[in-house]
């Protein structure tokens, strides 16, 4: 197998999860920001376009909540600017979205620190092959070739393994979120 094509393969899939664990929350925010759902839309498309043509590293940045965020935040307010449809009340609100509130950092803090127990409780739950897969294939960063090398199984069984205890992690996590919400 080529190395350079496996390379790709697994930018593309965490480029994807990127893509996957952020729209929701930067959708809200840009629609907050301009009020339009098309435009939004097409920033936060751009803003992704524009990632994947430049391949940055995934792992190159710590907050990607807040990379993005402000990345759309720029792009949008340029869109309304060339429109010219910014009102005052409209640079007001962007203004105060902008920077957000010590209450907010707290509650992302919060709800950070929660999400991340909830996924340490959910791995502890898993059988012993899944959870070693998992920490193999996302803290060790190996590949699924590696791992299936490592334990002797095929890359397929791997694969499954790994896929069926991320929807086992999945679903143990949104089950503990709608329960609070």
Not at 71 to 81: A, F, W
Not at 102 to 110: G, T
Not at 135 to 159: D, H, L, N, P
Request: zero cysteines.
């Amino acid at each position: 197998m080529d190395p350079e094509k496996t390379a790709t393969e697994d930018y593309q899939q965490e480029f994807e999860q990127l893509f996957i664990d952020h729209f929701p929350a930067l959708f809200a925010y840009g629609f907050r920001l301009s009020g339009d759902r098309d435009l939004t839309k097409d920033r936060i498309q751009s803003l992704f376009l524009e990632l994947w043509e430049k391949r940055i590293p995934l792992d190159s940045v710590s907050h990607w909540q807040a990379y993005l965020k402000k990345s759309l935040h720029r792009r949008i307010l340029k869109e309304l600017q060339q429109k010219k449809r910014l009102t005052s009340d409209q640079k007001d609100a962007l203004a105060a979205l902008a920077e957000p509130s010590y209450e907010e950092l707290l509650i992302n803090a919060q709800t950070e620190a929660y999400r991340k127990q909830k996924v340490r409780n959910a791995m502890e739950e898993l059988p012993l092959v899944e959870k070693e897969m998992l920490e193999a294939r996302f803290k060790e960063g190996f590949s699924y070739e590696e791992i299936a090398k490592q334990t002797g199984k095929s890359k397929q069984t791997v694969y499954n393994q790994i896929y069926n205890a991320m929807k086992k992690l999945k679903k143990a996590v949104l089950h503990s979120f709608s329960m609070v919400i």
